[in-house]
């Protein structure tokens, strides 16, 4: 694993202030998992909305932005309504440009 040999041995708390550790992450070829713990009661659309204000701009960016897609992602939200420590998983796999994600 040479995209992240340099990070190696460090705390998570050290590893928490360097943003170029999670731009090794996102670059390698490996399978990625994201893990969204939510801290407080919200209605699934409040958090779709928020989450694709967030990412649009940065898939633009990188060319890989598709405004079907993101509409499936925010549509996915829209009848959910999470609890305080509900948990959200992503999953990238590998190099892909997909995402799965499971609401539990």
């Known amino acids: 694993?040479?995209?992240?040999?340099?990070?190696?041995?460090?705390?998570k708390k050290e590893l928490s202030g360097y943003e170029l550790f999670y731009e090794a992450i996102v670059a390698c070829s490996l399978e990625?998992?994201?893990?969204?713990?939510?801290?407080?009661?919200?209605?699934?659309?409040?958090?779709?909305?928020?989450?694709?204000?967030?990412?649009?701009?940065?898939?633009?960016?990188?060319d890989?932005?598709?405004?079907?897609?993101?509409?499936?992602?925010t549509d996915f939200f829209q009848s959910k309504y999470m609890k305080k420590d509900s948990v959200i998983p992503f999953s990238f796999h590998g190099p892909t440009k997909t995402a799965k994600v499971i609401y539990i």
């Open 1 to 11: 694993m040479k995209y992240l040999d340099q990070w190696r041995g460090k705390t």
């Open 32 to 62: 990625k998992a994201l893990k969204v713990v939510v801290i407080k009661e919200i209605e699934g659309s409040q958090y779709g909305v928020q989450l694709q204000n967030s990412v649009r701009g940065r898939l633009v960016e990188v």
């Open 64 to 73: 890989w932005y598709e405004e079907e897609e993101l509409d499936k992602l």
